[in-house]
């Protein structure tokens, strides 16, 4: 087991409220995290439990309604609007469950949307063979299937050479097999760009990929496991 | 960002017909607004330079008779800087093989210097010799007329006595821009002319040697204007002045004004209208784009895009569509304008035309359409702007329906799923089917505005010509003449009816306001001039007091009661208080009226007459015309048949461009909404339209559910179109209203339904090219894709 050191994230009692008319939504109750550099974290819990909530705190994309979030001794929390965007744009890669690509875009476009407003980026064909995708790079996302969109998703979160990936139910969408390649990818892309990553997934199977699995249940952490030993995605039983 | 504008240009081409149907809105109300302001800037900008050039005077004045010694008395008036003493004679011409009776004017010129005011522009051949007596120059728009050219040679009747003069030039006048005889409302070239000749010969052929009868003056600046007149008028009122008037009373410049303000109206009116149904459609669009990329923007977001660079992103699109429209709409008006500039060349006689597009009209067009762009796509660029990427990435919330009215109260047995269908999309967003509603019902009251004069112009030439002016011939006299002069008209061949008339030059006032117009005193009970109460009835002339044009009572804000000061500007010059006894509606021209013997009265003279109307024999028309020519008195004739021409062909032209223009415009309009309506309902829909043909409907009941809610929402807006078209059409009427004419608002039941068809035929051009997309709708991608 590879022994993470640097702390990435700091999370002290979040808390999320969504008020929805009268009653209020919590969505999170008060959650206490650490998240390491270089780290592969599996977000796990049922549908409704907070895990979407608590990954777009983490990536800028929404602000807690209490509680500290510390990132590289930065705190996000008191952020505004414009310094998330800059934080978004410097620091995390988005991977989403229904891949989110633009449709009016090709593969290398999709990608290089993101590579022109980076500062280090890698080359878009370079992201996109990095996911095995070179030789689709001009096609639209309607001419791709799921796993492939999925891909291509997932080049154009790492291409900025992101410090943090962050992935919700990447493979949702996805048969198994499929599922299995976008995982691989992902898995390639933590261990070779030693990007802290954090991947949401209500299947269980999956966790067995993980350094840590944080298990999360009515907006709370229900308890982490940490894998002794990871998994490559293909040994993986679903 | 060179994605994202990638991005940009791939949407926009795939809304290209959406973006080309909003970007032709856009090119009409640019091209009008290009049309009419570079016209209005040329024609402005023409008429400066010609009255700078030619030394276009700032005070006019007639009179009966001064000796020539007065003209240096009138030169040390303070602020006169240029006098030039005149005379001016009324003449009848022959031409030959023209039957009808031609009346003119002859003005004379300086025989061996240069005028020093309304200096001649000659087109054609030289001045005239100052030692030669028969020569003349004519105006260019009465040569062309009669096909004259120097070396040709005209009969004219000067005072009396029958002269053979030749023609040794055309020309043109500052003076006489706008070319018509006095008392007429559109100009007849053929029937009137105006002619030069030198001084000497002229007060030969006059009687007015050693004397003048008409100065006109250059003033040092427009300050003076007051004063200069009231010294002139007191100057010459022992010398029968007729009172002294500055450009704005100058029957040319006057036209001119009133013209200029006419298309300034439109200049605005117009491309607002347009502009309007461009930004609603602009922002029904955007708007509908950024709800349908709510995912889009919020990934956009995600990866660190700020909310400026998507809102701009958006922006950028808004501004290449109208763009596009803004530079065709330049190119496309300013080619409109100069043909519209050269139909009003055929009005004003203008030496030369300065047309061109200017720096300012080209900015202001640009930054005006694209500002109203961007404040009229505010909320949707602001939608999109404050969109939270947590937000977006949660699918928009299901549309909440809810039972119709009609299921509410419980008709929903007699409606198909279909209907059902089409009521609760209606009913679900109310504001937006509002919406779409207005915008066809715009489409379809602009459509109204371009068609509804030409009914309406039928409808004042019916009221002027067949209920007010109803005689055959008007004759003028020289100057007031005795009562007994009818006898001798009543003599001549064909004359049935003699009905006599009384004008005198005056000057109204009431409080602040005052107008310079004419009173005319007319016999009660007369058959041939009437004079008409606010519902068209002929109305009976009071034996007291005065009547006014409705136009001239509203300008001048008197009412039936008010005492209003009268100035006599002939004669030895009376102030008299009169009592307004009422109102007369007129649509053409403004005048003051009064009971022939009352007016006679209040001028403190004799039974005077001024001229008469006439019945005639149609038979015997041509040997009239020739006794008319030989009597010396008679100063004008006009035909009221020739009259009503004149009008239809001034109108046609102008109306025939304007309805051709307004009509195609219109059905862009029309056309713009209906498309845009339905391609928004289609992508709105079309997921839900696959999953039905996907169910097992057919693509004609999936087009019935699409197409039925547009048709019926185009069937409610009709109506409302209708209301909204009588708004612009009154709208138009009250703001083109002028001392010249006024158009009553009248719409033809022929206009609503021309509107109502044009409105139609697009929703069913609209309805056939969409339902060629929902054929080809694409089932599996449709579902493919999540919403
Ligand atoms: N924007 C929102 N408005 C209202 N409620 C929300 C919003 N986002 C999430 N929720 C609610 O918060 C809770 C947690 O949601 P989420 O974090 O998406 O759960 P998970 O991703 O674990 O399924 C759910 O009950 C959800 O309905
Ligand atoms: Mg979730």
Redesign the interface.
């Known amino acids: 087991m590879t022994a993470f050191h640097d702390r990435v994230f700091l999370a002290q009692g979040l808390t999320k409220i969504y008020p929805m008319g009268e009653i209020q939504v919590q969505a999170l109750r008060g959650v206490d995290l650490e998240l390491f550099a270089g780290e592969f974290v599996v977000l796990l819990g049922p549908s409704g439990s907070g895990k979407s909530t608590l990954l777009?705190i983490l990536?800028g994309?929404?602000s807690p309604s209490s509680g500290a979030m510390q990132y590289g001794g930065r705190n996000l929390s008191v952020y505004d609007?414009?310094e998330l965007?800059?934080y978004?744009?410097?620091h995390?890669?988005?991977v989403?469950q229904?891949y989110?690509?633009?449709?009016?875009?090709t593969a290398r476009?999709?990608v290089?949307?993101?590579t022109?407003?980076?500062r280090n980026p890698l080359a878009p064909e370079e992201a996109l063979d990095l996911v095995g995708l070179a030789d689709r790079m001009d096609h639209f996302p309607?001419q791709l299937s799921g796993g492939e969109q999925q891909r291509v998703a997932i080049a154009?979160?790492v291409a900025?050479r992101p410090e943090v990936l962050l992935c919700d139910e990447p493979t949702g969408a996805l048969d198994v097999q499929t599922g299995i390649r976008v995982l691989t990818v992902i898995e390639r892309v933590n261990r070779e760009l030693g990007t802290t990553t954090v991947v949401i997934t209500h299947n269980a199977a999956i966790a067995a990929m993980a350094d840590r699995v944080i298990h999360l249940s009515n907006g709370l952490i229900a308890h982490i496991d940490r894998n002794a030993q990871r998994q490559a995605p293909h040994e993986i039983v679903w | 960002?060179?994605?994202?504008d990638?991005?940009l240009w791939?949407?926009l081409w795939?809304m290209k017909s959406q973006a080309i149907a909003i970007a032709l809105v856009i090119v009409c109300g640019v091209a009008i607004h290009i049309m009419f302001g570079a016209t209005l800037e040329a024609l402005r900008q023409t008429q400066a330079r010609y009255y700078q050039d030619y030394r276009f005077a700032d005070v006019f004045v007639s009179m009966k008779r001064a000796p020539e010694s007065l003209r240096a008395r009138i030169a040390t008036i303070p602020g006169v800087v240029e006098t030039e003493t005149r005379v001016v004679a009324p003449i009848n011409l022959e031409v030959a093989g023209f039957p009808e009776p031609i009346t003119g004017r002859l003005i004379s010129i300086p025989d061996n210097r240069e005028s020093r005011l309304n200096r001649l522009y000659l087109r054609q051949g030289r001045l005239v010799a100052a030692d030669r007596d028969d020569e003349v120059i004519v105006s260019e728009a009465f040569a062309g007329a009669h096909h004259l050219t120097p070396g040709a040679r005209l009969r004219v009747v000067i005072n009396g006595r029958r002269q053979t003069l030749t023609i040794v030039g055309t020309a043109l006048s500052p003076e006489y821009i706008n070319q018509m005889r006095p008392g007429s409302l559109f100009p007849d070239y053929q029937r009137y002319g105006v002619l030069w000749m030198g001084r000497r010969a002229l007060g030969v052929a006059y009687g007015m040697e050693g004397a003048f009868n008409d100065v006109v003056l250059g003033l040092a600046s427009d300050h003076a204007v007051p004063e200069v007149i009231d010294a002139l008028d007191r100057l010459l009122t022992p010398y029968g002045g007729l009172g002294a008037y500055d450009r704005e009373d100058q029957a040319s410049h006057r036209f001119l004004s009133e013209e200029f303000n006419q298309i300034t109206l439109s200049a605005t009116l117009f491309p607002a209208l347009f502009l309007g149904v461009a930004v609603f459609l602009l922002n029904v669009v955007v708007n509908r784009l950024v709800g349908m990329q709510r995912?889009?923007i919020?990934?956009?977001?995600?990866?660190?895009?700020?909310?400026v660079a998507v809102a701009l992103h958006y922006l950028k699109l808004v501004l290449a569509i109208v763009l596009a429209g803004v530079v065709a709409g330049i190119f496309t008006g300013a080619w409109l304008g100069q043909s519209l500039a050269e139909l009003y060349m055929t009005f004003f006689r203008f030496p030369f035309l300065d047309y061109r597009l200017t720096w300012p009209l080209v900015l202001g067009a640009t930054l005006f359409n694209a500002g109203a762009a961007v404040i009229g796509t505010a909320v949707a660029l602001r939608a999109a702007f404050a969109l939270?990427?947590?937000e977006a990435?949660r699918p928009e919330p299901p549309a909440r329906y809810r039972a119709t009215m009609i299921e509410r109260l419980g008709l929903q047995r007699f409606l198909s799923p279909p209907n059902r269908m089409i009521l609760r999309h209606i009913e679900r967003r109310p504001l937006k089917s509002l919406l779409t509603m207005l915008g066809i019902a715009l489409a379809c009251g602009i459509t109204m505005v371009g068609r509804f004069q030409e009914a309406t112009i039928e409808h004042m030439l019916d009221v002027h010509y067949k209920l007010s002016q109803r005689e055959d011939l008007a004759v003028t006299f020289v100057e007031a003449t005795a009562w007994q002069a009818i006898s001798s008209l009543m003599g001549l061949p064909g004359v049935e009816r003699v009905e006599v008339f009384r004008t005198v030059p005056v000057r109204l006032r009431f409080q602040q306001r005052s107008h310079r117009t004419i009173l005319k005193g007319i016999p009660a009970g007369g058959d041939l001039q009437r004079l008409l109460d606010a519902g068209l009835r002929p109305l009976a002339l009071p034996a007291e007091g005065v009547l006014l044009t409705d136009y001239l009572g509203q300008m001048l804000g008197v009412r039936a009661g008010d005492r209003l000061l009268i100035e006599v500007l002939e004669g030895n010059r009376p102030v008299r208080e009169v009592a307004v006894a009422g109102l007369v509606k007129e649509y053409l021209g403004v005048a003051g009226y009064m009971e022939l013997a009352g007016l006679n009265r209040l001028l403190r003279e004799g039974p005077a007459i001024s001229g008469a109307y006439l019945a005639v024999d149609d038979r015997v028309r041509p040997a009239l015309y020739r006794r008319l020519e030989e009597i010396p008195r008679i100063a004008g004739t006009a035909i009221r048949e020739q009259e009503i021409r004149n009008f239809h062909r001034t109108m046609e032209q102008t109306m025939l461009f304007f309805t051709f223009i307004a009509t195609i415009f219109a059905i862009i309009i029309a056309f713009g909404v209906i498309y845009n309506s339905a391609r928004i309902a289609l992508t709105e829909q079309g997921r839900e339209l696959a999953s039905l043909r996907v169910l097992g409907f057919t693509r004609a009941e999936i087009a019935y559910i699409l197409l039925g809610e547009l048709g019926l929402l185009v069937l409610l807006a009709i109506p409302f179109g209708f209301l909204i078209g009588q708004g612009i059409c009154a709208l138009f009427v009250q703001g083109a209203r002028s001392e010249l004419y006024r158009i009553p608002l009248i719409i033809h039941p022929s206009t609503y339904a021309f509107a109502a068809t044009v409105v139609l035929v697009s929703a069913l051009v609209s309805g056939l090219l969409i339902r060629r997309k929902l054929d080809r709708l694409d089932l599996i991608?449709v579902l493919k894709?999540?919403d």
């Open positions: 777009n990536g994309l929404d609007d414009a965007t800059r978004r744009r410097e995390v890669g988005f989403f229904f989110n690509l633009i449709p009016s875009l476009e999709n290089a949307l993101v022109e407003i980076a309607a154009r979160a900025k | 960002m060179r994605s994202l990638r991005k791939r949407e795939q995912e889009q919020g990934t956009l977001k995600a990866f660190g895009y700020g909310n939270r990427p947590a990435m991608a894709t999540r």
